[in-house]
């Protein structure tokens, strides 16, 4: 192969990986500043604004944590042990319990001091899934091109699939959630 064969097949392994990390970013970083806004508009009791950031908490959340089971934590497989696959998992059967139970809460009409105190201990307990997620992406660099857009194009079938975190949990996905108290 020529040198100029060689340097662009890095260079189209490396725009791939960057496109990987950029949209995964992105995608943590509006997740993150959804539970945020979240903690703040419970602390402010805001019911008008609960329902408006809860659903958008799960539109979001859904075809991530929806493309992630599907084709970058098999990817990342080659890696990782079958238990750190499972503990990726069990994050999400966490996460999924957290989300209906705060979901519940956006509905009610009032909240009581233990039920904030409850979502907020929720929604912290859910920023560092948020954030050791993040970190995969290092793994993802290491994974061969066909691979890498093959997570991309999970990706956007994923978001074009269009169901929220809850849908996506009772009518597609094979795993029982847990319970918001297990954490
Ligand atoms: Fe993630």
């Given at each position: 192969?020529s040198s100029s064969?060689?340097?662009?097949l890095?260079?189209?392994?490396?725009?791939l990986t960057?496109?990987f990390?950029?949209?995964f970013?992105?995608e943590?970083?509006?997740?993150?500043?959804?539970?945020l806004?979240?903690?703040?508009?419970?602390?402010?009791?805001d019911?008008?604004a609960?329902?408006?950031?809860?659903?958008?908490?799960?539109?979001c959340?859904?075809?991530h944590?929806?493309?992630?089971?599907?084709a970058?934590?098999?990817?990342?497989s080659?890696f990782?042990?079958?238990?750190?696959?499972?503990?990726?998992?069990i994050?999400h059967?966490?996460?999924?319990?957290?989300?209906?139970q705060?979901h519940?809460?956006?509905?009610?009409?009032?909240?009581?001091d233990?039920?904030?105190?409850?979502?907020v201990?929720?929604?912290?307990?859910?920023l560092?899934?948020?954030s050791?997620?993040?970190?995969?992406?290092?793994?993802?660099?290491?994974l061969?091109?066909?691979v890498v857009q093959?997570i991309?194009?999970?990706?956007i079938?994923?978001?074009s699939?269009?169901l929220?975190?809850?849908?996506?949990?009772?009518?597609i996905r094979?795993?029982?959630?847990?319970?918001p108290?297990?954490?």
């Amino acid at each position: 192969m020529s040198s100029s064969s060689i340097v662009f097949l890095e260079e189209r392994e490396t725009m791939l990986t960057d496109q990987f990390a950029q949209v995964f970013r992105q995608e943590h970083r509006q997740l993150r500043d959804t539970l945020l806004d979240l903690i703040e508009a419970f602390q402010r009791r805001d019911m008008a604004a609960l329902p408006v950031l809860i659903n958008q908490a799960l539109v979001c959340a859904g075809p991530h944590c929806r493309y992630e089971e599907d084709a970058l934590y098999p990817a990342l497989s080659q890696f990782f042990e079958p238990d750190y696959i499972e503990i990726l998992l069990i994050d999400h059967d966490w996460m999924i319990g957290a989300m209906r139970q705060l979901h519940v809460f956006s509905k009610q009409t009032q909240l009581g001091d233990d039920d904030i105190h409850m979502a907020v201990r929720l929604l912290q307990n859910m920023l560092p899934h948020v954030s050791d997620c993040e970190g995969l992406s290092i793994m993802v660099e290491r994974l061969s091109p066909p691979v890498v857009q093959s997570i991309l194009e999970a990706r956007i079938w994923s978001l074009s699939e269009g169901l929220d975190l809850l849908q996506w949990a009772e009518q597609i996905r094979r795993r029982p959630f847990l319970s918001p108290q297990a954490v």
